[in-house]
């Protein structure tokens, strides 16, 4: 019960504030949030609406199988691009303008990624229409 509602509660935490910076972002650029139905289109805003419906109502356990898996994914993704440059450093190539070599980490978690992510993301939609 804990860890389920738990789970709920950081997913409709997240994606409020991925939304609510987003919309911060369009509206400092001047560019007009076109209205409810351009709200709602966003997946963003679909995932957390998600989130709280799954956060009210009886719990089923395999309703936090899709949000998991973007978990798995988004925490590979801001690891690979962030952490381990500030950990590990790209080594600059011998050759002048050449691209930094990424490290070993790196290449394993990209790898994993690319070879994963399009099976994984057929794996959410049909868990999410079984679930629906």
Known sequence: M????????????????????????RARAGKGQGGGLALAGDENVQYLAMALVWLFSRQMPLAILPFAVYSVFHVATYTRSNLLPTIQPPQQEAAPGSKPKASGMSDTIGKFVKEYYDSSMTLVAVLEIVLW
């Open 2 to 25: 804990f860890f389920y509602r738990t789970s709920f509660v950081a997913a409709a935490a997240t994606y409020g504030i991925v939304v609510f910076k987003a919309y911060r972002a």
